[in-house]
């Protein structure tokens, strides 16, 4: 039975400057990779055979070669635009604030409710479907490999709703916080059992400091 060992990390914070409080979803903006600490941290606790993966968007690659720098050896990475974020159309450039009044309500933990589609973008159980469709693939591609994956707060509170087969309002509700890590595990089903499994080793998980 195969094994196929998922490393999802979030890219790093987007400077307030930058975004100005503003939605920028699938936008892509640039990140901060100025601490080196964070990114010496990923570079200890990321597998050094892996395969790379990154989305489309220039936050994932910056930190990819941040970590990089840091002393993690990198091939060269596959740029994957299903894990980019949600897009949230019309949203993009307001206001938290300016969402939720024209929703008249505010969301728990994310901007809306899973299946609410933003006019001119898409809901967060589309998103769900395009990187569950992403996963499936390079989980083929890649099988008994470990694969990092530099991609946002919403592609892998996706992928973690893929492995644990929850609905997507569910999967909203994990925290996934900048440079954090998340394992996902993916079994080749057997003869006994010919259905694929998940396992998750972590979720949200910060990246390894040196001790004190």
Request: hydrophobic share 40%.
């Amino acid at each position: 039975m195969g094994t196929t060992r998922w490393w999802w990390v979030r890219h790093a914070p987007v400077p307030v400057s930058v975004h100005g409080g503003r939605i920028y979803g699938a936008n892509d903006v640039p990140c901060d990779t100025s601490d080196a600490a964070t990114f010496a941290g990923l570079a200890r606790v990321l597998p050094r055979d892996a395969v790379l993966v990154t989305s489309n968007l220039m936050r994932t690659t910056m930190t990819a070669e941040a970590t990089r720098a840091a002393g993690l050896s990198l091939p060269e990475a596959i740029v994957e635009p299903a894990f980019a974020e949600q897009n949230f159309g019309d949203w993009t450039g307001m206001t938290y604030d300016e969402v939720y009044d024209e929703l008249g309500a505010r969301h728990a933990f994310w901007l809306a409710p899973a299946h609410n589609t933003p006019p001119g973008g898409e809901s967060f159980a589309d998103l769900v479907e395009r990187v569950r469709d992403g996963i499936v693939r390079l989980t083929r591609e890649h099988r008994g490999r470990d694969i990092a994956a530099f991609a946002h707060g919403g592609s892998i509170r996706a992928a973690i709703g893929v492995a644990l087969a929850i609905d997507p309002e569910q999967a909203l509700g994990f925290d996934i916080h900048n440079c954090s890590v998340t394992r996902l595990v993916h079994h080749d089903g057997s003869d006994d059992d010919p259905r694929d499994h998940w396992g998750v080793g972590g979720i949200n998980q910060p990246p390894k400091l040196p001790d004190g």
